[in-house]
């Protein structure tokens, strides 16, 4: 029974990793040698004590959390209470109490092993569309920081009026940002702690120029205009990108998903089939046979969309 159970949350742990791998190959593919780059600039522009300060500030939030989960609550604008695990524990333990009842042990493990990737699955989706959303909105944000420097507000101060005025998701970021430079912070120490908060690569690139800005002066203005010109080409890029290879991304998450779906009804529908499968030398082997091919397919799957 017990290794009946490892199976199915191995099936489960490797259909999460195969669509979360997927989804995010390609962009951090892309982000990863200038997010290096411009983290490498700011750690080496500041000085000792605001390093040592931002770091510590930012280490609790990124350990304290398993598989990014205080992050992906922080995205999808989820507060951590009681009343949030109770309204994911109930649907969980109610419908694999309800499975077990019904059809079975086998039954109620697999529906609760299913019932959790399907949380987890949600809430990430809504973290995704409010990062999409976030990313969307920085261009019109550099915007009005750029206007108000040309009419004669300094960086630090365009940032705070131009945070208060944006619009919700975004606002939540940079009042975050805002709030920590009020609070004896450099901007550009708080703009990187805020970015390894929410996981938002492009703030590092803001935190470059505002860096740059206090420490050597110069036109920030033309070069904030010019980032945020080429977030707009970079966006438009990538609707096309996303048009072109939806063929493809629908088919692998087909791919990811339809096994797992499948192994998962007959186990929840079929308990004696499933069983004999596992009892029989035989049907052995071809659980195992396929579950090492979901493991293969799952890295090819990550490869091919690495590679587009």
Avoid: C
């Avoid at 191995?10 to 982000?31: F, K, Y």
């Avoid at 522009?45 to 390093?51: L, S, Y």
């Avoid at 694999?96 to 699955?121: D, N, P, Q």
């Amino acid at each position: 029974m017990d290794q009946v159970l490892v199976l199915a949350s191995l099936a489960a742990v490797l259909a999460i990793g195969g669509v979360l791998l997927w989804r995010h190959a390609s962009t951090d593919a892309r982000r990863a040698a200038s997010s290096a780059f411009l983290e490498n600039q700011l750690n080496r522009g500041r000085d000792a004590r605001a390093e040592s300060t931002s770091f510590s500030a930012g280490t609790p939030a990124m350990r304290s959390g398993f598989l990014g989960w205080d992050r992906l609550l922080r995205l999808a604008s989820v507060r951590q209470s009681a009343g949030l695990y109770l309204r994911l524990a109930v649907p969980l333990f109610g419908m694999a109490a309800l499975a077990w009842l019904l059809l079975g042990i086998m039954s109620g493990a697999a529906t609760f092993v299913l019932m959790a990737v399907l949380e987890y699955f949600l809430l990430w989706l809504r973290a995704d569309k409010r990062r999409r959303r976030m990313i969307s909105q920085l261009p019109a944000f550099l915007d009005n920081i750029v206007r108000l420097i040309t009419i004669g507000n300094s960086m630090g101060s365009a940032f705070q009026t131009a945070a208060a005025n944006t619009d919700e998701p975004l606002r939540e970021v940079m009042e975050t940002a805002a709030s920590l430079s009020r609070s004896a912070k450099e901007l550009d120490a708080a703009l990187a702690h805020v970015s390894r908060l929410y996981g938002l690569k492009e703030l590092y690139m803001i935190a470059a120029v505002v860096s740059l800005a206090m420490r050597f002066g110069g036109r920030s203005d033309q070069v904030l205009e010019r980032m945020a010109a080429f977030m707009r080409d970079v966006a438009q890029a990538r609707n096309e990108l996303s048009a072109s290879s939806a063929e493809v991304r629908l088919s692998a998450w087909i791919l990811a998903l339809l096994p797992v779906g499948i192994a998962g009804f007959i186990i929840v529908a079929n308990n004696n089939l499933f069983m004999g499968l596992w009892h029989d030398p035989t049907g052995f082997k071809m659980l195992a046979t396929a579950v090492a091919l979901q493991i293969g397919g799952s890295y090819w799957l990550y490869r091919m969309a690495k590679s587009i």
